[in-house]
């Protein structure tokens, strides 16, 4: 299904990014990858990963810098013309407004999470379009926080508001070129950004023992979701913000 297709990973830290699962499920698949990343030592790990699975095209991509962003997509556009989908697996908040109480949150850190977390995805979205002539896939990862308070994701539940958001704005709007723009919000999985949650062990507990699957999210759960969504089978979906948690967000009180 998905051989000769081409998609573009952003948020590959290490090999237990949510990112990585998906490239890994895409990979297997028959898919050509390309991966960004934001600094050294992400670069220092993400190279020997991408070169496990025969990728060679890793390129540099602070989502905060517009220049980057534009050299990424003309980059990718001169080596492989287009591109069939994106995934947008990025977040990021300053520790300190996870830590405090949420009525302490800086306007800086306000700025700080919803520029990374939320504007990144129109920031990509907008480029990706020039170059998805045939039309595309494009995914994001959310998480529960957004439409529920839940204790020390704070200023993130805010940003992945604004993200949920943004993927129905986008979906209308790029939806006439036939690229599509859905959103898995997954239960907690253990990785590097989730380990700047304070209380996250707690949070894995609660989460398994509430789940009707009484159990916690995989990476390859989300995975199986996302080749879902960047595949034909889902050609008729678009807007969608769909949960991979084990039924989590199902289960009322009581
Ligand atoms: P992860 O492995 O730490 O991936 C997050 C990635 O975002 C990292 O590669 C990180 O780089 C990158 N990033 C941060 N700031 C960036 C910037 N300015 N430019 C480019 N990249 C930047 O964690 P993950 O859990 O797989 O997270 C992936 C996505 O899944 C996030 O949107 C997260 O909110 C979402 N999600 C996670 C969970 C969970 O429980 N793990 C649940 C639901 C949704 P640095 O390491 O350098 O910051």
């Given at each position: 299904?998905?051989?000769?297709?081409?998609?573009?990973?952003?948020?590959?830290?290490?090999?237990?990014?949510?990112?990585?699962?998906?490239?890994?499920?895409?990979?297997?698949?028959?898919?050509?990858?390309?991966?960004?990343?934001?600094?050294?030592?992400?670069?220092?790990?993400?190279?020997?990963?991408?070169?496990?699975?025969?990728?060679?095209?890793?390129?540099?991509?602070?989502?905060?810098?517009?220049?980057?962003?534009?050299?990424?997509?003309?980059?990718?556009?001169?080596?492989?013309?287009?591109?069939?989908?994106?995934?947008?697996?990025?977040?990021?908040?300053?520790?300190?407004?996870?830590?405090?109480?949420?009525?302490?949150?800086?306007?800086?850190?306000?700025?700080?999470?919803l520029?990374?977390s939320a504007y990144?995805l129109i920031?990509?979205?907008?480029?990706?379009?020039?170059?998805?002539?045939?039309?595309?896939?494009?995914?994001t990862?959310t998480?529960?926080?957004s439409q529920?308070?839940?204790?020390?994701?704070?200023?993130?539940?805010v940003a992945k508001a604004a993200l949920e958001s943004s993927v129905r704005y986008l979906a209308t709007d790029?939806?006439?070129?036939?690229?599509?723009v859905?959103a898995?919000?997954?239960?907690?999985?253990?990785?590097?950004?989730?380990?700047?949650?304070?209380?996250?062990?707690?949070?894995?507990?609660?989460?398994?023992?509430?789940?009707?699957?009484?159990?916690?999210?995989?990476?390859?759960?989300?995975?199986?979701?996302?080749?879902?969504?960047?595949?034909?089978?889902?050609?008729?979906?678009?807007g969608?913000i769909?949960?991979?948690?084990?039924?989590?967000?199902?289960?009322?009180?009581?």
């Amino acid at each position: 299904m998905f051989k000769g297709k081409k998609f573009l990973i952003l948020g590959v830290a290490n090999e237990r990014s949510i990112a990585w699962g998906i490239a890994k499920a895409l990979h297997d698949q028959g898919a050509e990858l390309a991966f960004t990343f934001v600094n050294e030592a992400i670069e220092k790990r993400l190279r020997p990963l991408a070169e496990g699975i025969n990728c060679s095209m890793v390129l540099p991509c602070d989502v905060q810098n517009d220049q980057q962003l534009d050299s990424l997509f003309t980059e990718i556009g001169e080596r492989w013309g287009k591109i069939d989908g994106v995934v947008h697996s990025i977040a990021f908040a300053d520790k300190a407004d996870l830590d405090n109480r949420f009525s302490k949150t800086s306007r800086e850190g306000f700025k700080l999470a919803l520029d990374v977390s939320a504007y990144s995805l129109i920031a990509v979205a907008g480029r990706a379009e020039a170059i998805m002539n045939e039309g595309g896939s494009i995914i994001t990862l959310t998480y529960l926080g957004s439409q529920r308070s839940v204790k020390n994701y704070n200023v993130m539940g805010v940003a992945k508001a604004a993200l949920e958001s943004s993927v129905r704005y986008l979906a209308t709007d790029l939806g006439e070129k036939n690229i599509r723009v859905n959103a898995i919000s997954a239960g907690p999985i253990k990785t590097l950004a989730a380990s700047g949650i304070p209380g996250f062990r707690e949070l894995l507990n609660k989460f398994a023992e509430s789940s009707p699957l009484k159990r916690n999210t995989s990476v390859e759960d989300v995975a199986g979701a996302a080749l879902f969504f960047l595949s034909p089978w889902s050609a008729g979906v678009t807007g969608e913000i769909t949960y991979v948690d084990c039924g989590f967000s199902t289960v009322g009180i009581g």
